[in-house]
């Protein structure tokens, strides 16, 4: 069911009792445990959920848009989709599936392909169309090859197919993988040793084939000896001719095409006279159309066929990567409280605001305590948005407490949220100048300046030390490849500038760094005491509400 519980009753809220139980202990922060793989979860969660006018979910709606990554706008005369596009970046990529080797456990979705788009293989403007688009929201926490997984699950999701769950903690390859991804011209039995060295049978060949090209086409510009000049239009100027008539909707129309021979047959890889190069056909037929036959039995188990084998493509990683908890929009679990900001003034008055998108809120006390205090947090229409599983509404909340008051997180319907509360960064007593432009996955955010950032961190220690150390970790351009890598050689001193009432240490640090917005948006600090871990992970100065 696509519209989960918790979204449909969120639809029917207008009011949110909030329920706080405080003692005389620490205070909270803004930050959530300084646990790297939560932060993962966190922003994963941020980036699908969160429908954002300038989000992923953005290029994919309607399901037959396409990005153009040189404009930063929809272009849709050149016959290109951008959700057929994010799939098969998954799908095709040299390094990032095919090329993977389970027995030696090398290759798998690592990106790689950001250094491989000039190989003969990796054919059209696809994987840069993507990855460009998947640049803007990259990250300390969120590598290019998670965003290539989630593109792919969004994709998915926004066409009218299947769930497909998500994880994270994928790493980035530094450098170009093996050649040898499977081409049109590829001999059947060579394409299906790949498949199989990648863990991936010759059925699951075929399903991963027929799953993967039930949207978008084959273009004349990309690949002429498939698809002739007279493809080309006004309205089709890169010449496609699609895989199925349906080529915005996520469905079983390709399958049946092919099996019962109407409509498109299953597309131009299957019908094209040039046999050198009808892959699509080799595929299908290689277990005399066995696998086929049996995905046209039902549109519901095409759908869960390929919910299946996209989630084993996109969790195929190399050895010694672990994966996070999966971030699941169908589970009431993983709704989470968002934009979460703390702040405390010298008198040590805190206020800690931010949204919630579910029914009642309870501050945990420490120490169990039972005096309780009640506020109201109210929802309106500029807090509505619509994503992939149906409508939510965010509740915004605003508590106010004394620094000598502590609690240990929020509970919200039986759903209880942590947070650390050592340090955090204080959003009232930080800033940025001049502000970034207004964030869009646009060019317009290339232009570089340079960024005077001033930040205030909150440290509760009764032994204060004379400074804490901030490393900086920033998007940054890297030869070859249209992907930044995330670079972490920047670091700043935050000196002690007083202490709060309530025993607060703050700490301060102005730092101008040259970078662009794009850049700027995607950088993140974490602060430490020298000698050990950071206690404050992943604030985001240019989006301080964490």
């Not at 093996?178 to 059947?188: K, L, M, N």
């Not at 301060?508 to 662009?516: D, E, G, L, N």
């Not at 000698?531 to 964490?546: C, D, E, T």
Request: hydrophobic residues 35%; negative net charge.
């Amino acid at each position: 069911m696509r519209l989960n519980a918790i979204a449909k009753a969120k639809a029917t809220q207008t009011l949110l009792s909030v329920c706080i139980s405080f003692i005389a202990l620490r205070s909270v922060t803004a930050q959530y445990v300084a646990d790297s793989n939560a932060l993962i979860v966190k922003e994963i969660e941020h980036l699908y959920f969160d429908a954002a006018s300038a989000g992923i979910l953005s290029a994919v709606t309607p399901c037959s848009n396409y990005y153009d990554p040189s404009t930063g706008a929809s272009n849709n005369t050149l016959g290109r989709n951008t959700a057929a596009e994010w799939i098969r970046t998954a799908f095709r990529v040299a390094d990032d599936f095919v090329t993977a080797n389970i027995y030696s456990e090398t290759g798998g979705l690592d990106a790689s392909i950001g250094f491989e788009t000039t190989r003969a293989e990796n054919v059209g403007p696809a994987f840069n169309d993507a990855l460009t688009f998947f640049s803007y929201f990259i990250s300390d926490k969120v590598s290019m090859s998670d965003l290539i997984s989630l593109g792919t699950v969004m994709a998915v999701a926004a066409c009218g197919g299947p769930h497909i769950e998500m994880k994270g903690g994928r790493i980035d390859a530094t450098a170009a993988g093996p050649s040898g991804v499977p081409e049109p011209e590829t001999d059947i039995s060579d394409t299906l040793t790949d498949f199989s060295n990648a863990g991936f049978v010759t059925d699951d060949a075929i399903t991963l084939t027929a799953c993967g090209h039930t949207m978008g086409g084959v273009h004349h510009s990309t690949f002429p000896q498939a698809v002739p000049a007279s493809a080309v239009s006004s309205t089709n100027t890169d010449g496609r001719i699609v895989f199925d008539e349906t080529v915005a909707v996520f469905d079983i129309d390709t399958v049946n095409d092919y099996v019962h021979g109407t409509g498109d047959k299953g597309g131009p890889l299957v019908t094209t006279t040039n046999k050198t190069v009808n892959s699509d056909y080799r595929i299908y037929n290689s277990d005399n159309n066995g696998t086929m036959t049996r995905l046209s039995q039902s549109a519901s188990y095409f759908e869960g066929q390929c919910a299946d084998i996209f989630q084993r493509m996109i969790e195929t990683i190399p050895g010694g990567v672990s994966l996070t908890t999966a971030v699941d929009p169908t589970s009431t679990t993983n709704l989470r409280p968002y934009d979460i900001s703390l702040n405390v003034n010298w008198q040590g008055s805190m206020t800690l605001t931010g949204y919630f998108r579910i029914q009642s809120i309870t501050l945990i006390n420490r120490a169990g305590a039972t005096t309780k205090t009640s506020v109201t947090a109210s929802v309106s229409s500029s807090d509505t948005g619509n994503g992939l599983w149906g409508p939510t509404h965010s509740y915004a909340f605003t508590l106010t407490f004394q620094a000598s008051v502590g609690l240990s997180g929020l509970e919200v319907s039986g759903q209880n949220f942590t947070f650390q509360d050592t340090m955090f960064a204080v959003p009232a007593l930080s800033s940025v100048s001049p502000a970034p432009p207004t964030f869009a996955a646009s060019p317009s955010l290339n232009t570089v300046s340079t960024y005077t950032i001033n930040t205030t961190v909150a440290y509760l220690t009764s032994s204060p030390p004379t400074s804490l150390t901030a490393t900086f970790a920033i998007p940054m351009p890297q030869t070859g490849n249209v992907s930044p890598y995330i670079d972490k050689s920047t670091t700043a001193t935050l000196a002690l500038i007083g202490k709060t009432t309530g025993g607060f240490a703050l700490y301060s640090a102005v730092t101008k760094h040259s970078v662009s917005a794009k850049q700027a948006y995607g950088s993140s600090m974490d602060v430490a005491v020298s000698g050990q871990a950071a206690a404050l992970q992943f604030y985001k100065p240019f989006n301080s509400s964490q």
